[in-house]
């Protein structure tokens, strides 16, 4: 055989493996972040009480604001890692359609499993004393916003992503018992400023993933 043909054979078959293997790995990449890519949390409030509010007890000078948060991680294959969640509740005027800072309360760091749901329970002191009272309505009811930032790492398989801001927030209503208005939990819908997951999944994450399965 001639020796230039058995180079240029060679060349092209190396070429066609380099072809074949950058296919295989958009192939598997594609496939990859599909599957993979993960959903933000879903944040929900479940309780919520103010015991200064609640007639039944003929007592207005315990302001606190007692709360609690469902926070659901709705992937299969992913963990979450929170850092601490900041919580911050206001006193909404509906009349004028403005709200002013009560207070702030944070939730500690953890980790949660795939498809784990975490409820987490948290107290407030409010800055002032009276305009907790200020926000009781007419009829008895009253509304008050409560508002949920925090950073999150999504764990898939051996690495972490990144950090991703999430906000969200609710309107609350209170009836005369002090207690939430509505029974069933209230979700929690993004704010602008919350990162899009889908956008910026870490395609690192990917290159990652495909250079251990090719060295297995």
Known sequence: MDPEQDRDGGGRSCCSCCLSFIFTAGLTSLFLWLSLRPDKPKCSIEYFYVPALDKSLNSRTNTTLNFMVRLANPNRDQGIYYDDVQVSLFNTNTTTNSSSL????????????????AKKWGQALPF????????????????????????????????????????VGADVEVNGNGTKAHKKGIKMKKSDSST??????PVCVLMNLLVFFAIR
Do not use: C
Not at 102 to 117: C, D, I, W
Not at 135 to 159: E, H
């Open 196 to 201: 899009s997951l889908r956008t910026y999944f």
């Open 102 to 117: 009560l207070a702030n309360s944070t939730v500690r760091k953890f980790y949660q499993g795939h498809k784990k749901k």
């Open 128 to 167: 002032n004393n009276q305009t907790v009272l200020r926000a009781v309505l007419p009829n008895g009811s009253a509304v008050f916003r409560m508002d949920l930032k925090t950073q999150v790492r999504f764990k898939i398989m051996f690495w972490k992503t990144k950090r991703y801001g999430i906000e």
